[in-house]
């Protein structure tokens, strides 16, 4: 339990940023919550919806009818927004038709929510037709867009929110959380908070979902074959990966983690790695490597996820990140 009585892991300051808000009711007609995918953006802006609807005296209370429908997802005045399946972009229809939505006087109390989940794929049509919307809000609307980063939007949109940025929580009060919350034994509550990177969410799902360490072992067992692997092989895996840039996002932000764990062998450093389970294997990579070449296939790697946030040609990215002088293993 956060210690200012809201039910979230950690980000104590945001928390108590938004719960002060509430109380003097200066609420910002629009936020932007930046963070990695996972690190509690969605659970801190439904967190807040229903601190908005609740009618109980303790907000959230959990109990009331405003709360449960929130919970199971029926609130008439809450409106949830995420990129299209099929395109894989946030669509000006999509826009228009929340537009339509927020002009109505809300249901059930005082206020309507809008909730936009990977914003940072609105293409730009979208994105700027949002921009009406945050320039004359109604009154009684709330606006919270989510995002990994400000920087992937546009300037216009940025400023006319109010941004807060979380970050990824320490380990140790990941491994805490998921033992007295989830019932996870502590051995591999060690393991997941590690694996997490400091993202609550994909901690919880990891335990809920066991095909997400599956996952995470093919992309590393992807990786490994892809640094023997010849150029025109390299590509056909690029061209596979970008009919998908939510997958080629996870594989990327795992290569990330790998390599840096990599980066910390060859240079000494002390700091916990992400990947305790595999540290035979990153030892000797470490040591062929050397921190230099280490630094760079980090760097290299989070500019390719960098692209795909920005909708840079998936395809290109994943390719200019293959064409990399990666390190053969013999």
């Given at each position: 339990?956060?210690?200012?009585?809201?039910?979230?892991?950690?980000?104590?300051?945001?928390?108590?940023?938004?719960?002060?808000?509430?109380?003097?009711?200066?609420?910002?007609?629009?936020?932007?919550?930046?963070?990695?995918?996972?690190?509690?953006?969605?659970?801190?802006?439904?967190?807040?919806?229903?601190?908005?609807?609740?009618?109980?005296?303790?907000?959230?209370?959990?109990?009331?009818?405003?709360?449960?429908?929130?919970?199971?997802?029926?609130?008439?005045?809450?409106?949830?927004?995420?990129?299209?399946?099929?395109?894989?972009?946030?669509?000006?229809?999509?826009?228009?038709?929340?537009?339509?939505?927020?002009?109505?006087?809300?249901?059930?109390?005082?206020?309507?929510?809008?909730?936009?989940?990977?914003?940072?794929?609105?293409?730009?049509?979208?994105?700027?037709?949002?921009?009406?919307?945050?320039?004359?809000?109604?009154?009684?609307?709330?606006?919270?867009?989510?995002?990994?980063?400000?920087?992937?939007?546009?300037?216009?949109?940025?400023?006319?929110?109010?941004?807060?940025?979380?970050?990824?929580?320490?380990?140790?009060?990941?491994?805490?959380?998921?033992?007295?919350?989830?019932?996870?034994?502590?051995?591999?509550?060690?393991?997941?908070?590690?694996?997490?990177?400091?993202?609550?969410?994909?901690?919880?799902?990891?335990?809920?979902?066991?095909?997400?360490?599956?996952?995470?072992?093919?992309?590393?067992?992807e990786l490994s074959a892809l640094l023997q692997a010849p150029l025109v092989?390299?590509?056909?895996?690029?061209?596979?990966?970008?009919?998908?840039?939510?997958?080629?996002?996870?594989?990327?932000?795992?290569?990330?983690?790998?390599?840096?764990?990599?980066?910390?062998?060859?240079?000494?450093?002390?700091?916990?790695?992400?990947?305790?389970?595999?540290?035979?294997?990153?030892?000797?990579?470490?040591?062929?490597?050397?921190?230099?070449a280490a630094s760079a296939l980090v760097d290299a790697t989070q500019a390719?996820?960098?692209?795909?946030?920005?909708?840079?040609?998936?395809?290109?990215?994943?390719?200019?990140?293959?064409?990399?002088?990666?390190?053969?293993?013999?």
């Amino acid at each position: 339990m956060n210690e200012t009585g809201w039910d979230i892991v950690g980000h104590e300051w945001a928390v108590g940023l938004l719960q002060r808000a509430v109380a003097r009711d200066e609420l910002f007609h629009a936020y932007l919550f930046t963070g990695p995918p996972g690190v509690g953006k969605s659970t801190l802006a439904l967190t807040l919806a229903r601190v908005l609807f609740c009618a109980g005296e303790s907000r959230p209370c959990g109990n009331c009818q405003p709360c449960r429908l929130v919970a199971s997802g029926n609130h008439p005045d809450l409106h949830f927004l995420s990129p299209e399946s099929r395109s894989g972009q946030m669509t000006i229809g999509q826009i228009r038709d929340l537009q339509r939505q927020l002009a109505l006087t809300p249901n059930m109390g005082r206020r309507r929510v809008a909730i936009l989940e990977g914003f940072e794929r609105a293409n730009p049509s979208a994105a700027n037709a949002l921009l009406k919307t945050l320039e004359e809000p109604p009154p009684y609307a709330v606006l919270i867009l989510l995002s990994p980063d400000s920087d992937v939007l546009l300037p216009t949109v940025v400023s006319r929110c109010q941004v807060i940025s979380l970050r990824p929580l320490p380990a140790s009060l990941i491994r805490r959380a998921l033992e007295e919350r989830h019932g996870v034994d502590p051995e591999r509550a060690r393991l997941l908070a590690h694996l997490s990177g400091g993202r609550m969410g994909w901690a919880v799902r990891a335990v809920q979902d066991s095909t997400l360490l599956q996952r995470r072992q093919r992309r590393l067992e992807e990786l490994s074959a892809l640094l023997q692997a010849p150029l025109v092989e390299r590509f056909r895996y690029a061209a596979q990966m970008a009919r998908d840039t939510e997958l080629a996002g996870e594989v990327l932000d795992v290569w990330a983690s790998w390599w840096r764990d990599v980066m910390l062998l060859a240079g000494g450093a002390k700091g916990p790695l992400t990947n305790p389970d595999r540290g035979e294997e990153l030892e000797k990579l470490a040591a062929r490597l050397g921190p230099r070449a280490a630094s760079a296939l980090v760097d290299a790697t989070q500019a390719a996820g960098e692209c795909l946030r920005r909708n840079v040609n998936p395809r290109l990215a994943l390719e200019v990140l293959l064409a990399f002088d990666l390190p053969r293993i013999s």
